[in-house]
């Protein structure tokens, strides 16, 4: 029974398969090194995307790297399934592991003034004892399309006469209530907490936490275990994170934008992520679900998926 790969573990078990080959030149020739241990999922270069941007190898070299792939093959196979198996990392808007906490907080009166007059947080004048905690803005472009989301979803459900909110958006970083002397928090990391704390007593009220309760989301929520596919959104491509997407800096493309990408070294990851969305709308499709728009994308950036021979 064979596994099949998507195209980013399949770019992994390539370099693994390579790094493994070259170890085993090195100690033919009488130098050897240490072969590699880990398979690098997430952190592989791009794989026999443009086959017409390398040179062929050897017959002697390809004799070589088959009799490597045979040793290994059982060794991929199963380190793929436990990849797979492995819940995602989880982290908040500021780039904290995530973990789901309740607090009390004992304060001194007059915490929830004090804390109005900073710009970060605000009192809700529906419920004078909730104070929201702000975070940074929200980017336009992500703003636009996280907004398209939501209207989408709405009119899906029948609601045909939603306004959308004007002016700059920010993400919350926590939720307060404010009761005499004492504050029940709601934030989403432990970092969180401890920054709130500082800024508690920067205000002069003596803070002291007197309970948590704690859900990790890695712990207590059930990931199944299989292909991971990022489903599209209710939002058409041309108003939805696709649009997003193409202006936005992305790690795995130097920090470029898609659209930079396009036309600069970078192509070739671009190219491999493209292909990566599409496999994963080819898994949503036979479960009756939508992936992400990479039709629609390639439109944009001028990269056809069939390329001239």
Same mark, same amino acid.
């Given at each position: 029974?064979?596994?099949?790969?998507? /195209?980013?573990?399949?770019?992994?078990?390539?370099?693994?398969?390579? %790094?493994?080959?070259?170890?085993?030149?090195?100690?033919? $020739?009488?130098? /050897?090194?240490?072969?590699?241990?880990?398979?690098?999922?997430?952190?592989? =270069? /791009?794989?026999?995307?443009?086959?017409?941007?390398?040179?062929?190898?050897?017959?002697?070299?390809?004799?070589?790297?088959?009799?490597? +792939?045979?040793?290994?093959?059982?060794?991929?196979?199963?380190?793929?399934?436990?990849?797979?198996?492995?819940?995602?990392?989880?982290?908040? +808007?500021?780039?904290?592991?995530?973990?789901?906490?309740?607090?009390?907080?004992?304060?001194? =009166?007059?915490?929830?003034?004090?804390?109005? =007059? !900073?710009?970060?947080?605000?009192?809700?004048?529906?419920?004078?004892?909730?104070?929201?905690?702000?975070?940074?803005?929200?980017?336009?472009?992500? !703003?636009?399309?996280?907004?398209?989301?939501?209207?989408?979803?709405? !009119?899906?459900?029948?609601?045909?006469?939603?306004?959308?909110?004007?002016?700059?958006?920010?993400?919350?970083?926590?939720?307060?209530?404010? !009761?005499?002397?004492?504050?029940?928090?709601?934030?989403?990391?432990?970092?969180?907490? +401890?920054?709130?704390?500082?800024?508690?007593?920067?205000?002069?009220?003596?803070?002291?936490?007197?309970?948590?309760?704690?859900?990790?989301?890695?712990?207590?929520?059930?990931?199944?275990?299989?292909?991971? $596919?990022?489903?599209?959104?209710?939002?058409?491509?041309?108003?939805?994170?696709?649009?997003?997407?193409?202006?936005?800096?992305?790690?795995?493309?130097?920090?470029? +934008?898609?659209?930079?990408?396009?036309?600069?070294?970078?192509?070739?990851?671009? %190219?491999?992520?493209?292909?990566?969305? %599409?496999? =994963?709308?080819?898994?949503?499709?036979?479960?009756?679900?939508?992936?992400?728009?990479?039709?629609?994308?390639?439109?944009?950036?001028?990269? /056809?998926?069939?390329?001239?021979?």
């Amino acid at each position: 029974m064979g596994v099949k790969l998507s /195209p980013a573990e399949a770019d992994a078990a390539a370099e693994f398969i390579n %790094e493994a080959g070259l170890a085993t030149v090195q100690a033919i $020739a009488g130098n /050897p090194e240490v072969p590699p241990t880990l398979i690098p999922f997430g952190h592989a =270069e /791009p794989h026999g995307v443009y086959a017409d941007d390398q040179e062929p190898v050897s017959a002697a070299a390809a004799s070589l790297i088959g009799k490597v +792939t045979g040793a290994l093959i059982t060794r991929i196979a199963a380190d793929v399934h436990r990849y797979r198996a492995t819940p995602p990392a989880i982290a908040n +808007t500021d780039g904290d592991p995530m973990c789901l906490i309740t607090a009390m907080i004992a304060v001194q =009166e007059g915490t929830a003034a004090k804390l109005a =007059e !900073r710009p970060d947080f605000d009192l809700d004048t529906d419920e004078p004892d909730r104070v929201t905690w702000w975070g940074a803005l929200i980017p336009d472009g992500q !703003r636009e399309a996280m907004m398209a989301e939501a209207m989408a979803q709405l !009119r899906a459900q029948g609601h045909q006469d939603v306004a959308e909110p004007h002016g700059p958006q920010r993400w919350v970083r926590g939720v307060l209530r404010v !009761r005499g002397r004492e504050i029940t928090v709601e934030v989403n990391s432990q970092k969180r907490l +401890t920054r709130l704390v500082d800024i508690l007593r920067k205000v002069g009220a003596d803070p002291v936490v007197t309970s948590e309760k704690r859900i990790d989301p890695v712990q207590d929520v059930a990931w199944p275990a299989g292909q991971r $596919a990022s489903q599209g959104g209710a939002a058409a491509a041309a108003e939805g994170w696709e649009k997003f997407w193409l202006d936005e800096k992305v790690p795995a493309l130097s920090g470029r +934008t898609p659209r930079q990408a396009a036309r600069g070294p970078e192509r070739p990851y671009l %190219e491999a992520m493209l292909r990566q969305f %599409e496999y =994963e709308a080819d898994l949503l499709a036979a479960d009756g679900k939508t992936g992400v728009d990479a039709a629609w994308l390639r439109e944009q950036l001028d990269m /056809p998926s069939d390329l001239p021979g």
